[in-house]
């Protein structure tokens, strides 16, 4: 039996080596399958239309760690999704470079540069800044602990509000609550029914005025519209964004000239090929000993 590797080259040749030195069978590409009988597990960010063609299919992983890009699986395919610890790594730094740029005021000084213009404005204190973080997973665990560190008042909210070491959470109740005290926002929630449209004008209209926004989840849980009125109201100061709607942006959208807006093209973190790889045999061998799956996705949360 085998995975199917859909992929760009360059993570092709780092898997094929991975797995060659496991003594796993590796196929790279859609048109290298002969027997589709073999294909046991598909690694893929959008797999083939028709996943009924490989009759032993298992598990299909998505080589990236959000999921909302796939398609129901067939009965008895398991989804998982990627862990790959750089990932969480590279979104936390992105992150924490948006709280900053926004906190410091960079949109303001990145206009001015633009006009050529020499002007100083206040410098605001870290500790002062109350940050509130949407979606407090793996990733917006690792962010909450560097925001503080750095000393700014961390938040965080789950629908269910488990309580996390230092962080102060809020549940799906305290939603109010915890935006009353955002002066700044971070979403980092996966995209699922419950969170599809989530940044919308009721949200903007419960931060206090001049809040800041971050946002690295997904760009269909931001309503684009809302966010410009916000801006012009000035309910929200600035926003940066590496995920938007649609996406990729046209040319034209009114975002790319906003100067109070920073956009990024969906490059908060890109998967390790080793990272992948490696997380790839450990997906076959729990599989193979009948362990739970890392990475397993609850399809019915859909995260």
Not at 15 to 43: K, S, T
Not at 169 to 195: H, K, N, V, W
Request: hydrophobic share 50%.
């Amino acid at each position: 039996m085998a995975l199917l590797l859909q992929t760009f080259p360059e993570r092709v040749a780092v898997w094929a080596r991975l797995f060659a030195g496991a003594g796993e069978r590796l196929i790279c590409g859609a048109e290298q399958v002969r027997d589709p009988a073999e294909v046991r597990y598909l690694a893929c960010w959008t797999p083939p239309p028709d996943l009924s063609v490989y009759p032993n299919l298992e598990v299909v992983l998505s080589v990236g760690a959000g999921v909302d890009q796939m398609p129901q699986m067939p009965p008895g395919v398991r989804l998982c999704r990627t862990l790959a610890p750089g990932v969480e790594e590279m979104v936390r730094d992105w992150v924490v470079m948006a709280v900053l740029m926004l906190y410091r005021r960079m949109p303001i000084y990145l206009a001015q540069a633009r006009a050529g213009r020499w002007q100083a404005h206040e410098v605001p204190l870290a500790r002062k800044g109350r940050v509130g973080i949407m979606g407090m997973g793996r990733i917006g665990q690792l962010a909450a602990q560097t925001l503080a560190g750095l000393g700014f008042q961390v938040a965080g909210w789950s629908r269910s509000g488990r309580a996390v070491a230092g962080v102060q959470m809020f549940g799906a109740a305290g939603l109010g609550a915890f935006l009353e005290r955002c002066d700044l926002l971070i979403c980092l929630l996966p995209l699922t029914d419950e969170t599809r449209g989530v940044l919308n004008a009721g949200l903007f209209a419960r931060l206090p005025q001049g809040a800041h926004l971050v946002h690295a989840g997904r760009g269909a849980q931001l309503d684009m519209g809302a966010l410009r009125a916000a801006l012009d109201s000035g309910r929200l100061g600035s926003a940066m964004l590496d995920v938007t709607d649609p996406e990729p942006l046209p040319a034209d959208h009114w975002a790319w000239a906003d100067p109070r807006l920073i956009v990024t093209p969906h490059v908060a973190a890109s998967t390790d090929s080793t990272e992948g790889a490696e997380h790839a045999l450990a997906v076959i061998r729990a599989a193979r000993a009948g362990a739970p799956l890392p990475g397993l996705v609850d399809t019915v949360r859909g995260y």
